[in-house]
């Protein structure tokens, strides 16, 4: 399967700070998406960076691809209280759906 | 911003019994998807819909599964004879075109509790 594991697990930061998410996957992939997901709630997405870009910007998020360590980062700058949540990688999609990680659980300490 | 609405929030139901969780995709969303996530497990794809029929389905999307597109706006997922170990949270979610460079929309999820 195209999984996505991330890591660390948790990881809690002072509000301000930078945090960095890694995602690793298996088989060759299309593109790769970042979903975070606040407690209790459904999946929201981030941002897709396509297996062809290296770095994709949006907003405070930083995406990085390195398809051949299979790997990805997630940079969140600035780090905001608002932002406690777990984000998840996300393999495959289309008709045979989404492959998510266990995701990183990231705590912002204001 | 439309969003996928799911009802009910929380389900609890007897071993045995039958649940249907309904979905309301985003309107002008043609693909359609249903999710699991067993508590501190991964989210895992159950099954994909289009046109009326189911796409793609995994593993755990057994003969215990079904879903329905009933009329023009719901989206269902019925467990037939639920067992303890189906107790989990249920997403469904919604695509505008079924390609893997397309987001999906996630509602909040459907909490089954089965006794």
């Known amino acids: 399967s195209q999984q996505g594991e991330e890591d660390p697990q948790a990881l809690s930061i002072q509000e301000g700070e930078n945090a960095t998410m890694n995602c690793s996957y298996k088989?060759?992939?299309?593109?790769l998406q970042w979903y975070r997901q606040n407690s209790g709630r459904g999946l929201v997405h981030l941002i897709l960076?396509?297996?062809?870009?290296r770095e994709k910007h949006s907003g405070r998020l930083r995406v990085t691809l390195d398809t051949s360590k299979k790997s990805s980062s997630l940079l969140i700058t600035a780090s905001r209280a608002a932002d406690t949540a777990s984000y998840f990688c996300?393999?495959?999609?289309?008709?045979?759906?989404?492959?998510f990680g266990k995701g990183t659980h990231l705590i912002i300490q204001p | 911003e439309p969003e996928v609405t799911q009802t009910p929030s929380h389900q609890v139901t007897q071993m045995g019994q039958e649940v249907i969780l309904r979905c309301v995709p985003i309107?002008?969303?043609?693909?359609f998807y249903w999710y699991r996530q067993i508590l501190g497990q991964k989210v895992e794809f159950l099954v994909s819909?289009?046109?009326?029929?189911?796409?793609?389905k995994s593993e755990i999307f057994d003969d215990q599964f079904s879903v329905e597109r009933p009329d023009g706006s719901n989206f269902t997922l019925k467990i037939r004879s639920t067992k303890l170990e189906d107790s989990a949270m249920y997403f469904c979610a919604s695509s505008e075109r079924q390609y893997s460079n397309q987001p999906q929309h996630f509602g909040d999820g459907t909490r089954l509790s089965i006794l």
């Open positions: 960076i396509r297996s062809n870009e």
């Open positions: 309107s002008n969303h043609l693909y």
């Open positions: 996300a393999a495959g999609g289309g008709a045979d759906g989404l492959t």
């Open positions: 088989t060759s992939i299309n593109n």
């Open positions: 819909f289009y046109n009326n029929e189911i796409s793609e």
